[in-house]
């Protein structure tokens, strides 16, 4: 498998984080079981641990594969080499959208976005195209697209949606333990941000979201998962946000990540449903009540 493979790439990363819980010696689970919780095939898997084991981070003999030593920060790739490229041609044009002055009704061009975000135009075109049922833009011949913009309709819609996805990939979640031990390793994170750490909390929006992706693979389904990603973007990086009590908000959002987290991790579902009910509600009315509507 190529070595600059973003998916490769980003699936290393991922298991890095995962042997960052383990103590040096812990023999690591099977291949099959390693697939699952990456959610990757086992040559994939194959690859990855052949990696590490070049990189001196494990052995691998046979079916044993044991862990040498704690990872460190040179053993992981850049995150811009994790990333695939229509994430990245998605973050760029949704943070300039949604942060800068691009009032609805603004024409696209499919050749000035390339050259704005320094992308092929070809992964340009192919977002738009895959973006379009999203309702943000429309198509118009000659390559122009044009921009609908964010309305009250738009987020009232998006929230319903994510509250019908959340709630179902909690469900198989639960039935599901293989993610577990990436539910706790996000634990650290949130208390730092709970505890009143300005940085940890000043970055909650990428935590955030990484917790709501994490819900959304236990449904195992690629198009929850898309979902996921574009409206973490579309509420962090919206360009009407209100920052006047961003902290607490923050800090309130990542204690009720809190409570799913443990309640998950108890294996208690009715009370992971309920914290994941009141957060979500939570996530809504804070939107709503910060963005100025144009409509």
């Known amino acids: 498998m190529a070595r600059d493979n973003r998916l490769f790439k980003g699936l290393c990363n991922r298991l890095l984080g995962m042997l960052e819980a383990l ?3 812990t023999t690591l689970g099977s291949e099959a079981d390693l697939a699952r919780r990456l959610d990757a095939s086992r040559t994939t898997v ?3 641990l052949a990696h590490l084991a070049e990189k001196g981070l494990l052995t691998w003999e046979g079916r044993e594969k044991r862990l040498l030593r704690a990872p460190g920060p040179s053993d992981y790739f850049d995150e811009d080499e994790t990333r695939a490229l229509q994430a990245q041609v998605e973050e760029m044009f949704l943070a300039w959208v949604l942060q800068g002055d691009i009032p609805p009704g603004t024409i696209l061009n499919e050749s000035d976005l390339a050259r704005r975000f320094g992308m092929p ?12 049922p999203f309702g943000l833009i429309t198509k118009q011949p000659n390559r122009h ?5 964010f309305t009250r309709d738009f987020a009232e819609e998006m929230f319903e949606v994510r509250q019908i996805f959340e709630a179902r990939a909690l469900d198989r979640l639960l039935a599901d333990k293989t993610l577990r031990a990436d539910f706790e390793g996000m634990i650290p994170a949130h208390e730092a941000v709970v505890a009143g750490d300005e940085a940890a909390a ?7 979201a990484a917790f709501h992706a994490l819900i959304c693979r236990g ?5 929850i998962a898309d979902f996921s990603r574009t409206i973490a973007i579309i509420v962090h990086y919206h360009y009407l946000w209100n920052k006047q009590d961003e902290m607490r908000r923050n800090r309130a959002a990542a204690a009720e990540h809190l409570a799913i987290i443990r309640a998950v991790l108890a294996g208690d579902g009715a009370a992971a449903r309920a914290a994941l009910s009141t957060h979500l509600a939570t996530a809504h009315r ?3 009540a910060s963005v100025r ?3």
Not at 121 to 132: K, P, S
Not at 145 to 149: S, V
Not at 219 to 223: E, L
């Open 219 to 223: 449904a195992r389904n690629r198009f």
């Open 202 to 208: 000043l970055a909650f929006p990428r935590l955030d």
């Open 121 to 132: 135009l070809g992964a340009v075109r192919e977002f738009l195209i895959r973006f379009e």
């Open 46 to 48: 194959r690859a990855v």
């Open 286 to 288: 804070t939107l709503i």
């Open 145 to 149: 697209w044009i921009l609908k913009g």
């Open 23 to 25: 103590e040096p010696g």
């Open 293 to 295: 509507w144009a409509d």
